[in-house]
């Protein structure tokens, strides 16, 4: 159990190391013949922000140059799918990297290649966010038809005020609690050592009277 | 003497502490690590959670 735990701690930060010098360059890039038009207002419809994908980094969206979204406004966009038709097609969002429930698809039995709409951005969530995130996505259809892209976008707000950063200061807490509690502990036993101690100690023994 | 370890509370305290952290530095807008900032984070303290439970001296009873 020991040897193992090592050698998977020695393999993690071999992988940890590995992804931070692999890391790609952030760019709202677009790849696979699509283009993506998007734009935001805030709380009074007032132009916000405005960015544009395309093969190796369209304008914005960048870590350094977020697409800056404001909760109380809304998003538009304007995306083409080039020459390419999706007929049945399915599409999926990541964040930083990790897989999100939002994803779907649609058989296009229109053969529609353009989309053009918008959104309220709080109407997509079920609590106000803040922060900056970095969101790829891919789209695949019938026949090899293949899209994907990334970029960052910000939404604008006081973190303070929302439920999901203290809920992450819970969890912060909790995790170091555990690590705390993680500390090896001497014992005067002498018949076990060794990594078997995630296990509640054995309770003392009972005194019984005399008659 | 015999010293009990624990690398499943290091694992399990490492992991979410990490989580915490790495959450609270994407809604605090400080993305120390670009696009690992999530994923970095959490191996990192995972691994030091692990390591922790094996580096750290022993508390007495």
Known sequence: MRRIARVASMMGLAGLLSILIAAPAAAFELNGGCTLDIASTDASGAALDTSSGAPGGGQGGTQADPFVVDWDGSVSWNGSSGSQVFMDHSWQVSVFGIPTPLRGGDPNDGGDTTAVDSTGVSENAPFELTGIFYVSGDINGAEGTHCDGNGWFRLNGNPLTTIPFWVSVIIAAIGAGLLLGARPTATGATASSGPSADEPPADPPTQVPMP | ?61
């Open chain 2, 1 to 61: 003497m015999t010293v009990r370890r624990h690398p499943l509370r290091g694992l399990f305290g490492g992991f979410l502490l990490g989580l915490g952290l790495a959450l609270v530095l994407v809604f605090a807008g400080i993305p120390i690590l670009g696009t690992w900032t999530v994923i970095g984070v959490v191996a990192a303290f995972t691994v030091l959670g692990i390591l922790l439970a094996y580096a750290l001296p022993a508390r007495q009873p």
